[in-house]
């Protein structure tokens, strides 16, 4: 099940037949789980009849971007209070006159400064004053705070100071009220970002909790009988029970949904690279699938705020269904604002006047009036036009010039959004495919596969519910880091091998808890490095805990590094001294994956379809109209075309040719990429 803006998502898998099956329903922002359940009683007659469940919510996102989270009061090292507030200068940007420090979310008035001291070393310099911690959990309940962060200097070392705050905090305020220790919320050594990730989990926490606490109460009242599962951030899954107690892990558990299912469709296509674009009804999401794993960081930014945590690298911009077309300065501005699930689009009939994408593509004709949303809605094309009329008024164009620039315009900013996170990255998008999903993918993905110079443009099956469905494609994953600083000629290897066997024997044993079975348990290794007296670092691969005891490693991992550098920076110095930084450790569980449907073949070249007039570039053409269920493998069709189905709509320049895989993916072929 996966939240959206406009749409709740929900796919399931038969065990007994092998089948997939996708459904929608409206998302309800004013209490999330109302979709969801609306959702899951759409494909489920009893909730008892579930194997298993996952889930990605949007709630801590949410609370997040909306600025709607809990009052949290901050306790620091005593002298170094400010550290927060100073932040980190903005070092990429330098030199940009419209630069603005990221808005924190706790004010100087809401951080105490606690007496206490531990050394870089570990060592206790100062004992922790914990008559200061008990008067600021007085201070928590009288000022009516809804969370404490607590972030001590050099915590990731030793962490008994915070321990012991967190005790004394939940005997002041009660076992149940949340307190984010910034070792638990990140165990690394930058004090600022290690600081903000305690923030942002203790501001968003409660709300996560309480969602999640809310939603299984109410399916064990409908009698399911397993556990709610959530997505990661990561792109793993957890219990519900340990998502409440880590809510940072699930801040951006809806969009990887979707990445992880780009790389279950590399591997099912044997296709390593592939650039994912989720457009929904409020946001295009953009992800890398790269030698047919997903992009995954050590770090993450939202509106400027820092997150140390391993996360699907997406990058997102407000580029919607619903995003709404309006006037700025003589130019024409599509987006960010969106319409939303409420009033959403004009066309939808619920009170909204402005021109937005949907409306745009529905004037053109490229949308079903009659079967969005697999026939839950019925569109006013009359309201549609309306409000383009009356934006195109404002440039003196005709409506139909005025929806097809409103898509232009849409399509440009999003354009721009894929080679931010490919070609400033020294990516070629060339060099890969390109999977369009989201309900609104579909229909502008072969436009920016031909501005962006891309050949080939898939459409995977539900590609309105794929994020939905790459939730079942994926495994519970727990993450541990441990700081470890030494230059490669000081590396004791024998002692790496010890700490990485350490952190893989806790991860292993979490699973447990996770009720994996021992026989599907895993790890992998990583460990951050730089050049000596560099600031910053690359995450480079272990072969296993015990590799660093293997003869040459030194060299072999410096060899590693230096590649790395080549690729993502274009140079290296290869034998210059490194510096090793911190040990990653992940844990696997491997629950299973459902297998591949195949897709029945065609007896014939024809299929049932229709013709009707579709506008492309100003010129209205009459255009192949099919039902996607009725094209089967060996079916090819040209375009101009529309092909629709329940979750979402693909639309078919001229020129560009369609085949169906073995699997039911629309494979896109254009000849006019750039």
Same mark, same amino acid.
């Given at each position: ?8 998502? #929900? ?24 979709? #969801?359940?609306?959702? @899951? ?5 009893? !909730? ?28 620091? %090292?005593?002298? +170094? ?6 932040? &980190? ?8 006159? $419209? ?147 880590? !809510? @940072? ?11 992880? *299912? ?30 047919? /794993? ?22 997102? +911009? ?10 700025? *300065? ?38 079903? !009036? ?21 934006? *195109? /008024? ?24 894929? =080679? ?9 998008? =060339?060099?890969?495919?390109? +999977? ?24 995977? &099956? ?19 880091? /441990? ?17 990485? %066997? ?5 991860? @292993?044993?979490?699973?447990? $808890?996770?009720? +994996? ?27 296993? *805990?015990?590799?660093?005891? /293997?003869?040459?490693? #030194? ?8 590649? @790395? ?5 274009? $140079? ?21 994956? !459902? ?48 092909? %629709? ?11 560009? %040719? ?17």
């Amino acid at each position: 099940m996966d939240i959206g803006g406009t749409f709740t998502d #929900v796919v399931t898998y038969d065990d007994n037949t092998g089948v997939f099956a996708a459904s929608k329903a409206s998302t309800t922002p004013g209490n999330l789980s109302q979709g #969801v359940l609306a959702g @899951l009683d759409s494909v489920v007659d009893q !909730p008892s009849d579930i194997g298993f469940l996952v889930h990605g919510t949007t709630q801590g996102l949410n609370a997040f971007l909306e600025r709607r989270g809990v009052p949290v009061l901050l306790l620091a %090292t005593a002298g +170094v209070e400010d550290s927060y507030h100073i932040a &980190r200068g903005p070092r990429t940007r330098l030199y940009d006159l $419209h630069y603005r420090k990221a808005e924190p979310l706790v004010q100087r008035r809401d951080v105490l400064g606690i007496a206490g001291r531990i050394a870089a070393d570990g060592s206790e310099l100062v004992a922790l004053d914990e008559d200061a911690v008990r008067a600021a959990g007085h201070r928590a309940r009288s000022h009516g705070y809804g969370a404490v962060a607590v972030a001590f200097l050099f915590s990731y070392k030793n962490p008994a100071h915070e321990l012991r705050a967190r005790e004394i905090l939940l005997e002041e305020l009660g076992e149940d009220f949340t307190v984010s220790l910034s070792h638990q919320a990140a165990k690394e050594w930058r004090e600022y970002e290690r600081t903000s990730s305690a923030v942002v989990e203790a501001y968003t926490g409660p709300i996560v909790r309480r969602y999640l606490s809310e939603l299984e109460g109410k399916l064990v009242e409908r009698k399911l009988a397993v556990p709610l599962h959530v997505m990661q951030s990561s792109g793993g899954i957890l219990t519900a029970e340990s998502a409440r107690a880590r !809510p @940072l892990q699930t801040l951006l558990s809806g969009p990887v949904g979707g990445a992880i *299912a780009c790389a279950e469709l590399s591997r099912q296509t044997s296709r390593p690279n592939l650039i994912g674009i989720d457009m929904g009804g409020t946001s295009f999401d953009v992800s890398l699938i790269v030698d047919g /794993e997903p992009d995954v960081s050590a770090e993450a930014h939202l509106e400027g705020l820092p997150m140390l945590m391993s996360v699907v690298n997406i990058h997102t +911009v407000g580029a919607g269904g619903g995003s709404v077309a309006w006037s700025e *300065a003589g130019g024409l501005r599509v987006g960010p604002r969106s319409a939303g699930a409420r009033p959403g689009p004009a066309c939808y009939g619920r009170g909204g006047t402005e021109a937005t994408v949907t409306d745009a593509n529905l004037v053109l004709g490229r949308i079903d !009036p009659n079967g969005f949303a697999g026939g839950q809605m019925t569109l006013d094309t009359g309201l549609a036009t309306k409000a383009v009329s009356d934006l *195109a /008024e404002q440039f003196s164009l005709s409506t139909l010039a005025m929806a097809d620039g409103i898509c232009d315009v849409a399509n440009s900013k999003m354009a721009q959004a894929i =080679r931010t996170i490919t070609v400033s990255r020294g990516i070629e998008p =060339r060099d890969s495919a390109l +999977v369009a999903f989201g309900g609104a993918g579909p229909m502008h993905a072969v436009f920016l596969a031909q501005e962006l110079g891309i050949a080939e443009t898939i459409v995977p &099956r539900f590609p309105g519910a794929f994020s939905a469905w790459g939730m079942l494609q994926t495994q519970i994953r727990q993450d541990y880091t /441990e700081p470890y600083f030494f230059l490669d000629e000081d590396l004791d290897v024998d002692d790496m091998a010890a700490a990485l %066997t350490r952190t893989e024997q806790l991860g @292993l044993e979490a699973l447990l $808890h996770e009720s +994996v079975e021992q026989d599907r348990r895993s790890a992998s290794h990583a460990v951050d490095i730089r050049y000596a007296a560099q600031e910053y670092t690359l995450t480079v691969p272990l072969l296993g *805990a015990l590799e660093p005891t /293997e003869p040459g490693f #030194v060299k072999t991992i410096g060899e590693r590094f230096a590649e @790395l550098h080549q690729a993502r920076y274009g $140079h290296a110095n290869l034998g210059a001294p490194i510096e090793f930084v911190m040990l990653r450790t992940t844990a696997f569980g491997d629950l299973g994956k !459902p297998a591949p449907q195949l897709w029945p073949s065609a007896t014939g070249t024809e299929f049932p379809h229709e013709i009707r007039p579709v506008t492309f570039g100003g010129r209205t053409r009459d255009s192949i109209v099919v039902r996607r269920d009725d094209l089967l493998v060996g079916h090819t069709l040209t375009g101009p075309a529309v092909v %629709t189905e329940d979750t979402a709509t693909t639309v078919v320049p001229p020129g560009c %040719t369609v085949t169906v895989d073995g699997i039911g993916s629309l494979i896109i072929k254009s000849q006019e990429s750039k």
